[in-house]
């Protein structure tokens, strides 16, 4: 079965530290990989996603991730960490069979000042 | 653009109780989705619907919950009767295309507590 994997359940890092979140799946076949973020009682929103081309990409408040397919990752990045990233993320996949995701179970970032 | 609508946001009933939850997807969207999230995981597929058809309802406790689409727009989700286990956000989204490639929209979830 097709599963996504995030080690960490929790992460924290301080105020201007890299943000470093990993996402690895599980398949055979190219997936569509994409990766959202929850703020506290609201819903999911899009951080970034690749479907194809460029492995690297990037998304909004300056996060990117890179998609690995020997490593079957696409770890999420950021380069300084701010307070207001403190949130949920989840990395998902998603096949060319009708649009289902499958998520991971989250990491929760919390960013010390 | 407008969002994803959901309403309730929040809803606490007894156990064996019966609940409906409401979604109005972004317009022009004809792929709708329902996921159930659970404290501490992520969201899980429970409905995909495209237009008013169902095209995958294989996690469904149907039992117990229902779904519904008509004409193609708005949905209901409705759980009879209601178990401890099904306390969760029950979160709608809704996407361009039926591949899910530019990801989905999601609504701001119904909070379910069954006690």
């Known amino acids: 079965a097709q599963s996504v994997t995030q080690l960490g359940s929790h992460v924290s890092v301080s105020e201007g530290a890299l943000v470093l979140l990993r996402c690895n799946y599980s398949?055979?076949?190219?997936?569509?990989l994409f990766w959202y973020v929850q703020y506290p009682n609201q819903g999911l929103q899009l951080l970034l996603k690749?479907?194809?081309?460029?492995?690297l990409v990037k998304g909004i408040n300056g996060f990117e991730a890179e998609f690995k397919k020997s490593e079957t990752s696409f770890h999420l990045t950021k380069p300084s960490a701010h307070m207001s990233d403190a949130a949920e993320y989840f990395c998902?996949?998603?096949?060319?069979?009708?649009?289902?995701?499958?998520f991971g179970q989250g990491t929760e970032l919390s960013v010390k000042p | 653009e407008a969002g994803v609508a959901q309403s309730p946001r929040y809803k606490i009933i007894e156990k064996r109780q019966s609940v409906a939850f409401w979604c109005n997807p972004i317009?022009?969207?004809?792929?709708l989705y329902w996921y159930q999230q659970i404290l501490g995981q992520g969201p899980k597929l429970l409905i995909q619907?495209?237009?008013?058809?169902?095209?995958?309802d294989s996690q469904l406790p149907k039992d117990r919950f229902s779904a519904e689409r008509l004409k193609g727009v708005d949905s209901t989700l409705k759980i009879q009767p209601a178990k401890l286990e099904d306390s969760a956000v029950y979160l709608c989204?809704?996407?361009?295309?039926?591949?899910?490639?530019?990801?989905?929209?999601f609504g701001s979830g119904t909070r379910l507590t069954v006690v």
């Open positions: 989204a809704s996407s361009t295309d039926g591949l899910g490639v530019d990801g989905y929209t």
């Open positions: 690749y479907t194809t081309g460029a492995t």
């Open positions: 398949s055979s076949v190219p997936p569509y």
């Open positions: 619907f495209q237009n008013n058809g169902v095209v995958d």
């Open positions: 317009s022009g969207h004809a792929t």
């Open positions: 998902a996949v998603g096949y060319n069979q009708g649009g289902k995701l499958i």
